[in-house]
């Protein structure tokens, strides 16, 4: 079973805004990736952040993670058409040696241009 | 260095036949992980291996099994296909259990159809 809820499912947006998507997850993180993934094809890794972190940047992408909610959350800024994509949030709920990622239902985005 | 290649990239099947897909990691990577994606379950994790040892497994049938080589290739076979069986296959590698980055870096994937 999926451990990460993502919201919205769906989010529709101009060129030039900013979009915001969710994640939240059940058991404690070592830490929680997103990923982006365009129709039907691989995943992209954006950015890690980690158990011990409030907030990350890179590029146009802020994260933000709150363990005692347990939830993170994804900021791109300043949105292009080409950020027109399904998103995830990815968890390693272990910490230990194993790779085990439990995704999210993921956050589909559409920039209009 | 090259991402992580999967072949073949496309694949039609029927039912009650079997299917060996590929992964090379990323050179130097010798964690390789198989997900499984379908419109209905999502992404899910079916295993990972680690210098040729299978770490962890997904909740899959035996029907899933997998294997990787001394050179860090993965494959995986998948016996008896099933309709339910269509769907995404993302391999990712990383070098996690090397004393580095958590990060995995996924391959293009194969998209399996069975008939």
């Known amino acids: 079973s999926q451990q990460g809820e993502e919201d919205p499912q769906a989010l529709s947006i101009q060129e030039g805004e900013n979009a915001t998507m969710n994640c939240s997850y059940k058991?404690?993180?070592?830490?929680l990736q997103w990923y982006r993934q365009n129709s039907g094809r691989g995943l992209v890794h954006l950015i890690l952040?980690?158990?011990?972190?409030r907030e990350k940047h890179s590029g146009r992408l802020r994260v933000t993670l709150d363990t005692s909610k347990k939830s993170s959350s994804l900021l791109i800024t300043a949105s292009r058409a080409a950020d027109t994509a399904s998103y995830f949030c990815?968890?390693?709920?272990?910490?230990?040696?194993?790779?085990?990622?439990?995704f999210g239902t993921g956050t589909l985005l559409a920039v209009q241009p | 260095k090259a991402g992580v290649t999967q072949t073949p990239r496309y694949l039609i099947k029927t039912r009650g036949q079997q299917v060996t897909l590929s992964c090379s990691p990323i050179?130097?990577?010798?964690?390789v992980s198989w997900y499984q994606q379908t419109p209905g379950q999502g992404l899910q994790f079916l295993f990972e291996?680690?210098?040729?040892?299978?770490?962890n497994k997904g909740n899959f049938p035996g029907r899933f099994s997998g294997r990787q080589f001394s050179n860090s290739r993965s494959e995986m076979n998948v016996s008896t296909l099933e309709l339910g069986d269509s769907a995404l296959y993302l391999c990712?590698?990383?070098?996690?259990?090397?004393?580095?980055?958590?990060?995995?870096?996924f391959g293009p994937g194969t998209r399996l159809t069975v008939l």
């Open positions: 291996y680690f210098s040729e040892t299978q770490r």
């Open positions: 990712a590698s990383s070098t996690r259990g090397q004393g580095s980055t958590d990060t995995q870096y």
């Open positions: 952040i980690r158990s011990n972190e």
């Open positions: 990815a968890t390693d709920p272990h910490g230990g040696a194993t790779n085990k990622l439990i």
């Open positions: 050179s130097g990577h010798r964690s």
């Open positions: 058991t404690s993180i070592n830490n």
